[in-house]
């Protein structure tokens, strides 16, 4: 069942020919990712040549303002900047599905605390909300993921709540209230499995807003100074862009292709997951 389940969401996946290109495009900075930091020529903080060198055969994008290659920055680079994203998403949705099923299921000061909770996070200015936290607890890797997880997860709970509302009123979840099934087993085994199709989108496009707010932070220099996320790389460069344009560009134009892939990917998933949207198109 389930494989036939997969090969109909292929099925449907596919008929969205950007979106299998914004796949295939992911999917290559993905293995770039762990394959990146083996090939690379230098390492990231290694000096190599002068200062403001052109993009070359030596140095495919060129030195920057220190003289370190910055085609071996961006190798790296995109490894962390991935590993933002997808995490910052995973704890996003992880947190959105449990605080929207319960929201969703449960009525009186359970469902008003939780959906006020929700409705306050939505109203918050995301980059603000993780401008503030990373303030707070220092710019670190984990606390830019933990900080992004968490002004990202309202989107998530605001539409499971939404499915939970309208599912828990079917006739396959009175039948299990009847015969005495538990609350926590009607949530997660009988409504949760239902409402997670519509989730998995908006988990999805977490990803790329993740990474684009991680890039904001590291361009403003509040990034991990240990490590180089594709923002940081871009924030270096805002100083020297009419000296050195390639400092900028063209590690901005790979952040540009990660987030088009992802936001690519995410339309895929709407249609393939969204049957009638397909058919409106």
Do not use: C
């Not at 680079?77 to 995973?90: E, K, P, Q, R």
């Not at 939970?164 to 009123?169: G, P, Q, R, V, Y």
């Not at 361009?219 to 100074?225: C, E, H, R, S």
């Amino acid at each position: 069942m389930k494989i036939k389940s997969l090969d109909f969401f292929w099925k449907r996946y596919k008929r969205n020919r950007p979106a299998v290109a914004g796949l295939i495009i992911l999917l290559f900075f993905i293995i770039l990712a762990f394959v990146g930091p083996l090939i690379s020529p230098f390492a990231p903080f290694q000096i190599v040549a002068e200062p403001f060198q052109n993009p070359s055969f030596n140095h495919l994008m060129g030195t920057d303002d220190l003289g370190r290659d910055l085609f071996s920055q961006v190798l790296f680079s995109i490894g962390i900047t991935l590993t933002v994203g997808f995490l910052a998403a995973a704890i996003a949705g992880l947190a959105g599905i449990f605080i929207g099923s319960l929201a969703g299921y449960y009525r009186g000061k359970f469902e008003i605390v939780f959906s006020g909770t929700i409705e306050l996070f939505q109203t918050l200015p995301l980059f603000f909300l993780a401008l503030v936290l990373i303030a707070f607890f220092g710019p670190s890797l984990w606390n830019a993921i933990l900080a992004i997880g968490i002004t990202l997860w309202a989107g998530t709970a605001r539409i499971i709540r939404a499915q939970f509302l309208s599912l828990k009123e079917q006739q396959f979840v009175e039948a299990s209230r009847i015969i005495g099934e538990k609350n926590r087993n009607i949530i997660f085994r009988e409504i949760l499995p239902n409402a997670i199709p519509p989730a998995i989108v908006n988990v999805a496009y977490s990803a790329s807003v993740a990474i684009l707010v991680e890039s904001g932070l590291s361009f403003m220099g509040l990034g991990d100074p240990r490590l180089m996320s594709l923002g940081y790389i871009i924030g270096n460069a805002r100083l020297f862009f009419y000296q050195a344009w390639w400092m900028g560009i063209l590690p901005g134009v790979v952040l540009f292709l990660i987030v088009l892939s992802l936001n690519l990917v995410t339309d895929g998933l709407n249609d393939a997951l969204n049957p009638k949207l397909m058919e409106a198109k």
